[in-house]
């Protein structure tokens, strides 16, 4: 069964810092990764994807990496402003996904709680 | 706008009542979910669909059916409604590829009295 992890649970900087928040899974054998934003009582905004094949993403002041063989992703965030603070999260797809079949859904870490103090 | 649609927002049910949480999206996307949300649990899977009459069950299925009788929509039923079911509900769909993630609705927060 798959699990995600993500540390630190919660974070509180002040602005202007680049950050750093990771991801674990434990099985490698995944389609893709995607980081999420949740504002509070909001739904979720879809921040990167990275395939199985690649190694980073790139978006802005946010920039993520995979290493598929140890499974870990973090995502990076640079000049952080008090309008990023949210909660972000990590979730993987199942890498057993073909056309017409296969396991499917995303296995989620239970987020990152990220404070930005002006 | 195109995109995952949620219906309703928000409900109150009494224990044992049963009713249908609402899912569609205009995206033409193969694959379709469920979620749900609580606290200190994170998001956990309910169902999920590969494609229109075909389903099968995630993490946390038991007291929710689904069916998939079309592309567009991914209905959620519960058959019973029990207190451990407030929580809140997330729809989201993908295309098949490497390249696409899941797109989410709004989600709908159900309370159970």
């Known amino acids: 069964k798959q699990e995600v992890t993500q540390i630190p649970a919660a974070l509180s900087v002040p602005e202007g810092e680049n950050l750093v928040l990771n991801c674990s899974f434990t099985?490698?054998?995944?389609?893709?990764l995607q980081w999420f934003r949740q504002d509070p009582g909001k739904g979720l905004t879809s921040l990167l994807l990275?395939?199985?094949?690649?190694r980073e993403q790139t978006s802005g002041r946010l920039n993520a990496s995979l290493d598929k063989s140890s499974g870990r992703s973090t995502l990076y965030i640079a000049a952080s402003q008090p309008g990023d603070s949210a909660t972000y999260l990590c979730?993987?797809?199942?890498?057993?996904?073909?056309?017409?079949?296969?396991?499917?859904?995303?296995?989620f870490g239970k987020g990152t709680h990220l404070i930005i103090q002006p | 706008n195109a995109g995952v649609t949620q219906t309703p927002k928000f409900q109150v049910l009494k224990t044992g009542q049963s009713m249908t949480l609402q899912c569609a999206q205009d995206?033409?996307?193969?694959?379709m979910s469920w979620y749900r949300q609580d606290p200190g649990m994170g998001l956990r899977l309910i169902h999920y669909?590969?494609?229109?009459?075909?389903?099968d069950q995630g993490e946390v299925p038991n007291g929710y059916n689904v069916s998939r009788s079309t592309t567009e929509d991914f209905p959620l039923r519960l058959l019973s409604a029990a207190p451990s079911q407030t929580s809140v509900y997330f729809c989201?769909?993908?295309?098949?590829?490497?390249?696409?993630?899941?797109?989410f609705g709004s989600g709908t927060r159900l309370t159970v009295v």
């Open positions: 989201a769909s993908s295309r098949q590829g490497y390249s696409y993630g899941y797109t």
């Open positions: 099985d490698s054998a995944i389609y893709n």
């Open positions: 990275i395939q199985s094949s690649q």
């Open positions: 979730a993987v797809r199942p890498g057993i996904l073909y056309s017409g079949g296969g396991a499917d859904g995303l296995t």
């Open positions: 995206m033409n996307h193969e694959y």
């Open positions: 669909s590969v494609g229109a009459g075909i389903t």
